[in-house]
C-alpha cells in the first residue's frame, strides 16, 4: 500500500516537472458513501451537493468518490473497504446503519479517516457528525402555529427514531407556542423515501383537514400534493423545494454539509484531523432555513426570523423548560435547558401530543 | 431462419453458451459505457478482472466472491427444486428475513451468556421460521389451492414491515441510544458467524452453500423423491399416476427452499451483516430465482451462476467509485447479463437453421 | 382517536387514484397471461413507462403525449421479453425477473437529467354541473381523465375476452397453444401482440405515477405496484372486472390505513401497514377456497414452439 501511494506520488512529481506547473503533490482522495441515490432530491442529493462543493473548492489538490445506493450491512462493509483499499484518505459514510460497518473498517485502516454521519460511535479515526434539525423544526412550529386555519397540523414521519422524534417534539412545542389550540396528527409512513406512499398519507392527512403539512420523508410528493389540494402549506425537508414556492412550500430546512466536508478535509490536507463528535446547527451553516416565501404574513415571518436569530446567537435553545413528557411527568423545569445526551437518544412525545410512539 | 428441437440437449453448447453470453454483455455493455463517457475497455476489466486479479484489491475481494455467492447459492439451490417440480415460491426474500429474526432472536436471548449451543440453536431457529414462513403458502396452496406465487410475494412486504418494526422494537439494541437496529452479533462470540480462517471469507453460510449443492445433487440424480420432483415438473398427469403425492411435493419444495432461506438469512445476520437493521434485506431473495435460472436449475450450474452474479455485483461496486459510474449502469449492465445468457440458452436446446428447411 | 375526520366520500375517492396505476398494469398482465405467457417484468416496464411518459410530457408540455410514449416505451421494453421468450425461448420466470432488473436500471440512467423537475399537469375531466352533484360527484365525476381511460380499457378488455373472436382466439391459445396451432393461428404472433399490450399498459400505470400520483420523477419510483398488479391478477382469477376489485380493494386498504394512522386510531403501525398484503391473503385464500380446479390459463409460462 504505502509503497504504492509513494510510487503514485512520484510518478504526480514527474509529471508536475513535466507540464512545469506547482500544484500540490500529495493528492487527497476523499471517499462518500450513500445510501440512496443521488438523484433521490433530499438527504443523498444534498451529501453529494456537498461533495461537488468540495471538489469545486480544491480544485486538483483533492480528488473524490463516491458510491450511491449502497444497502446498510455487508455491502457497505465491502465498498468501504475497497474505497480505502483504491487509496482514500478520507470517507465519509452518510447514513445511520453503516455505523458498525464504518467502525470495523477504520480498526483495519488506522491511517485513513472516517466520518459517520447521524451516529455515535467514535475512533481514534472516526469521528461523528449530524445536524440540529430540530432548530430548523423550532421555526418551522412557529410557522405552521400562526398559519394554520384549522389548527390542525399533519406531520409524515419516516421511523420512530430519536432524531424524527426530536423533530416533532421541537415542531409541536413552537406551534403550540404560537397558537394554543393546535393538534398534531402524525402519520409514520415506515420509509425514508417513497414518493407514492407520501403522496398518499399527504392526501390523507389533508382530507382530514390538516392544513399546513409538515414531513420528514425525503421527497417532494407531499408538496405535490398540498398544491394539488390547495390552501395548503408546506416546508421543504432536506432540500429547498423551491420549484413549490412561494405556496405550498413556505419555508424549508436545508441540510449544508458542505462547510463541514470542505472543512474536515482541509484538516486532512493540514495533517490536523483529529476525532470528534460534531452536531451543529443553524449558527454554524450545517442547518439553513430557505427562504421564507410571501404567502406568510410580515409579522410571522418576522417573528420567525427573530427566533431563528435568537437560536443562531445562542440566546434561546428549542428545548427550554417548563417542558413536560406526554404521560405528564417533568422534563425540564422553567428555564432548564435540555442537554445533548437526553436529546440524542429522545424516545418520548413532550406533553399533548396525541399518539403514541411505535415500538 | 428457424429453429430445431435437437434430440438430445447439446453438450458443447451447454458449456459455450455462458461464454457466449459473458462476450455479448462486455459488447452492449461496453457500448453503453461507451455512451456514458466512460472508456468501456477499462469499464469491463474493472468489473470482470479487478476483483479478481488486480493487486490492490483482489487479496479483498476474492473471498468477499464467497460472502457475496454464498446466500444466493443456498437460496437458489431451494428454490430449484420447487421450480423444477412446477412449486413457484417467489417469496424467498420473506423466508430469508424471518430466518434472520428468528435466528437473532434466539441469539439476542442467550446474550450475553457464553454458551457453545447458542449457535447451533440460532441455525434451528433460522431454518425454523424460513421453513413456517414458506409453510403458509404452501399449506394455503395444498389446502385450499390458493396461488403460491401470490401469496408467498406479498408476505415478502409483511416480512419488510416485520423485520422494520423488530429493528425499532423488540429486538433494538437496549444500549443503542434509542437509535434502530439490534446488537451487533459480531460482537457476541458465541451468537457470532464469523470467518473460519482469517482472510477466506469462509463463513458457516458458504460452508452450508456448498453442503446445499451436494445434497440437491445427490437428492436429484439418486433418491426417489428428486425422481419425483423430476418427473412431476416435466409431466404432472404422469406424476400423479407414478405415485407421486402432489400436496405432498409441495410441502416438501416449500418448505426446503423456505429452510434454506431462512439460513441463508440468518447467517447473513450472525456473520457478515451482524445485525437486524430496518433495511435488513437487499434482495437477495429475488437474485437468487435469477441465479437458479442462469444455472439451469442445475446444483453445478447454480455454484458457478452465483459467483459470476457475486463478481458482477462487486465489479461493479469497484466501476461506480472508480470510474463514477452510476449505479444504474450496473443494474442495466447486470440485466443485459441475464438477457443474453437467457436468449443463447436456446441454442443448447435447438439447432439454428438458415433459410427453409423442408417440411417434414 | 377521532374516526369523524375521515370523510368516506373523500376516501372513495383517493382510493380510485391510488388504485389507477394497479389497474392499468394490471389489466395488461391480465391479457398477457390470458395468452398463455408469464411476464414478472412488470415493475421494469412500469418503471420504463414512467420515466418515458415524464421524459416527454416534460420536453413537450403535453401530458398526453407523455402518456402516449410511455405506451410505447413500455411496449418496447416488452418486445424485448417478447423476443426472448417467443422466439428464443427462454424461460419466462427468469426472462421476466431479469426485465424488472434491466428496467430499474435503464429507467434510471434516462432519469438522471429529469431529477427534481415537476411535469405539467394532467388535466381534471371538465363533467360540467355532474361534478357538483354531491357525493356522488366528488366520488365519480372529479377525476383527471387517466381514471376514466383506466376504467375504459377494464370494459374493453372484459368485452373483447368474452364476446369477440379476437378475445377467443386468445384464450384458446392460452388454454391450449398445440391445439391452437393446429388450427393455423399463429401462436407466437398473438403471443406478442399480447405482450406488447401488456407492456403498453404497464407504461401507462408506470406514468400515472410520474405524472399524476406523485407528480415527479424519482429512481424506483414505482416502488413494488408492478408486483402487486401481478397479484391482483392471480387475485383476480385471470377475470377483467375483479381486476378491478382487486385494485379497488387494495388501494382502498392502503389510502385507508394511512388515514387511521391520520386519526390516530390506537393500532400498532405496522399492523396497520401491513394489513394491505394480509387481507389480500384472507380475501384470497376465501375466494380460492371451496372452488374445485384451478383457473390459471393451462399453458400458463409453458415454453410453445411449433416443430412442423
Redesign the interface.
Known amino acids: 500500500m504505502i509503497n504504492r501511494r509513494t510510487l503514485l506520488g512520484a510518478t504526480a512529481i514527474l509529471a508536475t516537472i513535466a507540464t512545469g506547473a506547482f500544484a500540490q503533490v500529495d493528492k487527497v482522495k476523499v471517499g462518500f458513501v450513500y445510501v440512496g441515490p443521488v438523484g433521490d432530491g433530499g438527504w443523498t442529493y444534498y451529501h453529494d451537493v456537498a461533495r461537488k462543493a468540495v471538489e469545486e473548492h480544491f480544485g486538483d489538490k483533492v480528488e473524490t468518490v463516491f458510491q450511491e445506493s449502497v444497502p446498510e450491512g455487508a455491502d457497505s462493509e465491502r465498498v468501504m473497504t475497497q474505497m480505502a483499499l483504491s487509496g482514500a484518505n478520507l470517507i465519509f459514510t452518510t447514513s445511520f446503519g453503516y455505523m458498525d460497518p464504518t467502525i470495523n473498517v477504520a480498526a483495519k485502516f488506522p491511517n485513513v479517516k472516517f466520518e459517520h454521519a447521524t451516529g455515535y460511535k467514535t475512533a481514534e479515526n472516526v469521528g461523528v457528525y449530524s445536524a440540529r434539525f430540530y432548530e430548523g423544526r423550532a421555526i418551522q412550529g412557529h410557522i405552521a402555529g400562526r398559519m394554520t386555519k384549522t389548527n390542525k397540523i399533519g406531520y409524515i414521519a419516516s421511523f420512530p427514531i430519536p432524531e424524527v422524534i426530536r423533530g416533532i417534539n421541537s415542531a409541536y412545542a413552537h406551534a403550540k407556542k404560537a397558537n394554543p389550540e393546535v393538534e398534531f396528527n402524525v402519520i409514520w409512513a415506515y420509509t425514508w423515501f417513497d414518493p407514492a406512499k407520501e403522496a398518499d398519507a399527504a392526501k390523507a392527512l389533508i382530507e382530514q383537514g390538516n392544513d399546513v403539512i409538515l414531513q420528514h420523508t425525503d421527497s417532494t410528493a407531499p408538496q405535490a400534493a398540498a398544491k394539488a389540494a390547495g390552501n395548503v402549506i408546506t416546508f421543504g425537508q432536506a432540500a429547498d423545494m423551491a420549484e413549490y414556492a412561494p405556496l405550498p412550500r413556505v419555508s424549508s430546512i436545508i441540510d449544508d454539509w458542505a462547510p463541514y466536508y470542505i472543512a474536515r478535509t482541509q484538516a486532512v490536507i493540514d495533517g490536523t484531523w483529529k476525532s470528534d463528535n460534531t452536531w451543529d446547527g443553524i449558527a454554524k451553516g450545517m442547518v439553513v432555513i430557505g427562504e421564507i416565501s410571501d404567502a406568510v404574513p410580515a409579522d410571522v415571518k418576522e417573528e420567525a426570523l427573530a427566533l431563528k436569530a435568537s437560536i443562531v446567537d445562542g440566546s434561546y435553545h428549542p428545548f427550554t423548560g417548563p417542558m413536560k413528557k406526554q404521560d405528564g411527568s417533568d422534563w425540564l423545569a422553567d428555564g432548564e435547558v435540555a442537554d445533548d445526551g437526553t436529546l440524542a437518544g429522545m424516545n418520548f412525545f413532550i406533553e399533548g401530543l396525541t399518539g403514541e410512539i411505535p415500538n | 431462419m428457424r429453429l430445431e428441437k435437437r434430440p438430445e440437449p447439446s453438450r458443447a453448447w451447454m458449456v459455450a453458451t455462458p461464454v457466449l453470453a459473458v462476450i455479448l454483455t462486455m459488447i452492449a455493455g461496453g457500448v453503453m459505457f461507451a455512451l456514458l463517457g466512460k472508456d468501456p475497455f477499462v469499464a469491463i476489466r474493472t468489473i470482470f478482472w479487478d476483483p479478481l486479479f488486480n493487486e490492490q484489491f483482489a487479496a479483498y475481494s476474492r473471498p468477499q466472491l464467497l460472502v457475496k455467492a454464498a446466500p444466493l447459492i443456498l437460496i437458489a439451490i431451494g428454490l430449484s427444486l420447487g421450480f423444477r417440480a412446477g412449486v413457484w415460491n417467489i417469496g424467498a426474500e420473506g423466508q430469508y428475513i424471518i430466518g434472520a429474526i428468528c435466528g437473532a432472536a434466539v441469539g439476542l436471548a442467550f446474550y450475553p451468556a457464553d454458551l457453545f449451543i447458542v449457535f447451533p440453536l440460532m441455525v434451528l431457529a433460522g431454518a425454523l421460521g424460513g421453513f413456517l414462513w414458506a409453510m403458509i403458502p404452501g399449506l394455503l396452496r395444498v389446502r385450499f389451492g390458493t396461488n403460491e406465487i401470490l401469496v408467498s410475494l406479498l408476505l415478502v412486504y409483511v416480512a419488510e414491515q416485520l423485520v422494520a418494526s423488530m429493528a425499532l422494537g423488540p429486538l433494538r439494541n437496549p444500549e443503542g441510544g434509542g437509535f434502530p437496529g439490534s446488537r451487533n452479533l459480531q460482537q457476541y462470540s458465541a451468537a457470532s458467524n464469523g470467518e473460519l480462517i482469517a482472510g477466506t471469507g469462509m463463513h458457516w453460510g458458504v460452508v452450508a452453500a456448498f453442503i446445499s449443492v451436494i445434497f440437491a445433487y445427490i437428492l436429484l440424480n439418486r433418491h426417489l423423491t428428486g425422481f419425483h420432483i423430476r418427473l412431476a415438473g416435466q409431466s404432472p398427469r404422469a406424476a400423479r399416476f407414478g405415485g407421486v403425492n402432489p400436496g405432498r411435493l409441495v410441502l416438501f419444495c416449500m418448505g426446503v427452499s423456505g429452510a434454506l432461506a431462512g439460513l441463508a438469512g440468518m447467517f447473513e445476520v450472525s456473520g457478515p451483516a451482524g445485525q437486524i437493521g430496518i433495511d435488513f434485506n437487499v434482495g437477495y431473495g429475488f437474485t437468487a430465482i435469477i441465479v437458479a435460472f442462469l444455472g439451469r436449475l442445475h446444483p453445478v450450474g447454480i455454484l458457478l451462476a452465483g459467483l459470476l452474479m457475486a463478481l458482477t455485483y462487486i465489479g461493479g461496486e469497484l466501476a461506480q467509485f472508480m470510474l463514477g459510474l452510476p449505479s444504474a449502469s450496473i443494474q442495466a449492465f447486470q440485466g443485459m447479463l441475464l438477457f443474453f445468457l437467457l436468449a443463447v440458452d436456446m441454442l443448447t436446446n435447438f439447432r439454428v437453421r438458415i433459410g427453409r428447411g423442408a417440411k417434414i | 382517536m377521532n374516526l369523524s ?3 368516506p366520500v ?2 372513495i375517492a ?1 382510493l380510485m387514484v ?1 388504485a389507477t396505476p394497479i389497474i392499468l398494469a394490471a389489466i395488461g398482465e391480465l391479457v398477457v397471461e390470458k395468452s398463455g405467457v408469464l411476464n ?1 417484468g412488470v415493475e421494469g416496464m412500469m418503471i420504463t413507462g414512467a420515466i418515458c411518459g415524464f421524459g416527454v410530457a416534460v420536453e413537450s408540455g403535453s401530458p398526453v403525449l407523455g402518456f402516449a410514449l410511455a405506451a410505447i416505451g413500455g411496449a418496447v421494453l416488452a418486445m ?1 421479453f417478447g423476443l ?1 421468450t417467443q422466439v ?4 419466462q ?3 421476466g ?3 424488472t ?9 434516462i ?2 437529467s429529469y ?4 411535469p405539467p399537469a394532467t388535466t381534471r375531466l371538465d363533467m360540467g354541473p355532474l361534478s357538483d352533484l354531491p357525493v356522488i360527484g366528488r366520488i365519480l365525476f372529479s377525476h383527471d381523465w387517466m381514471v376514466y381511460f383506466a376504467l375504459a380499457l377494464v370494459a374493453v378488455v372484459w368485452a373483447f375476452l368474452k364476446f369477440t373472436r379476437g378475445g377467443l382466439i386468445l384464450r384458446a391459445v392460452g388454454e391450449n397453444h398445440e391445439a391452437a396451432h393446429a388450427l393455423g393461428y399463429k401462436v407466437v404472433r398473438i403471443r406478442l401482440m399480447a405482450i406488447a399490450f401488456g407492456g403498453a399498459c404497464a407504461g401507462l400505470g408506470g406514468a400515472y ?1 410520474s405524472l399524476v ?4 420523477w ?8 408492478g ?1 402487486i398488479a ?2 391482483i391478477v ?2 383476480a382469477s385471470w377475470r377483467a372486472g375483479r381486476v378491478l376489485l382487486g385494485a379497488y380493494l387494495f388501494g382502498g386498504i ?2 385507508l390505513q ?2 387511521l ?4 386510531v ?1 393500532v ?3 399492523v396497520l ?2 394489513s394491505p ?2 387481507i ?2 384472507a380475501v ?2 376465501l375466494m ?2 371451496g ?1 374445485r ?2 383457473s ?1 390459463p393451462a399453458m400458463l409460462g409453458r415454453l410453445f ?1 411449433a ?2
Open positions: 375526520a375521515i370523510d373523500l376516501l383517493s391510488a414478472l424485448l426472448l428464443l425461448l427462454s424461460n420466470v427468469a426472462t425477473l431479469a426485465l432488473l434491466f428496467g430499474l436500471g435503464i429507467s434510471a440512467l432519469g438522471q431529477r427534481g423537475i415537476s405515477i400520483r406523485v407528480p415527479q424519482t429512481d424506483g419510483m414505482t416502488a413494488g405496484a408486483w401481478l397479484a392471480v387475485f392502503t389510502v394511512l388515514n394512522q391520520a386519526a390516530g390506537p400498532p403501525v405496522e401497514s401491513m398484503y394480509l389480500t391473503i384470497l385464500v380460492t377456497s372452488r380446479g384451478n390459471a414452439h416443430s412442423s
